[in-house]
């Protein structure tokens, strides 16, 4: 009795292993939303400005971007390069679309700090812009709310913005980023 007792458990977990399984299969498909960042593949040349004080002009720079799918179209890895007043900066951004979450989800981190980013967020109806969020406390600045805007131009120019809200509540512009195809 106890016996068949163990036997029908196994099979139940195995059955639940299976479906689990099945479950995962299907989310682990590429879509449409991974099609679209499949347009940001290529290299790129980019032209960012990026704002230290609101009260001054932007400081400028012209930087390279290596973008391409990873794992069978699920991840786009854009690989960068830029300056930062004058000084050479190197990244990696890793994006995907969770089928789970129904969420794009961006880790990004680079040769500027020792943290990593983790932003979050949705396309528009229309696909061309995702916007995401990220919490971070800033050494300088302290808590900082992050919103990330990327828009879809056309198949050879995208944008990227960055803004950072206080804890004041004060929003402000940090960084503009034109993203053109070599």
């Known amino acids: 009795?106890?016996?068949?007792?163990?036997?029908?458990?196994?099979?139940?977990?195995?059955?639940?292993?299976?479906?689990m399984t099945e479950v995962y299969a299907k989310l682990a498909?590429?879509?449409a939303p991974h099609k679209m960042l499949a347009k940001m593949e290529g290299s790129w040349i980019t032209r960012s400005r990026m704002w230290m004080d609101p009260d001054k002009p932007p400081?400028?720079?012209?930087?390279?971007?290596?973008?391409k799918m990873i794992y069978d179209g699920r991840f786009l890895q854009q690989e960068y390069t830029d300056t930062?007043?004058?000084?050479p900066v190197a990244g990696m951004v890793i994006t995907g679309f969770d089928n789970n979450t129904k969420k794009y989800v961006t880790v990004s981190?680079?040769?500027?700090?020792?943290?990593?980013?983790?932003?979050e967020g949705t396309a528009s109806a229309d696909g061309k812009t995702i916007t995401q969020e990220n919490s971070y406390v800033e050494p300088i600045m302290g808590a900082m709310v992050y919103r990330a805007v990327t828009r879809f131009i056309d198949n050879n120019t995208y944008t990227f913005?960055?803004?950072?809200?206080d804890k004041n509540g004060k929003e402000m512009k940090m960084m503009e980023s034109s993203y053109t195809r070599k």
């Open 29 to 31: 498909i590429p879509g």
């Open 161 to 165: 913005e960055m803004f950072g809200t």
């Open 59 to 67: 400081e400028e720079s012209v930087g390279t971007s290596q973008n």
């Open 1 to 19: 009795m106890i016996m068949e007792a163990i036997k029908e458990k196994k099979q139940e977990v195995k059955m639940d292993i299976e479906a």
């Open 109 to 119: 981190f680079g040769s500027m700090s020792s943290g990593m980013y983790l932003f």
């Open 84 to 87: 930062m007043r004058g000084n």
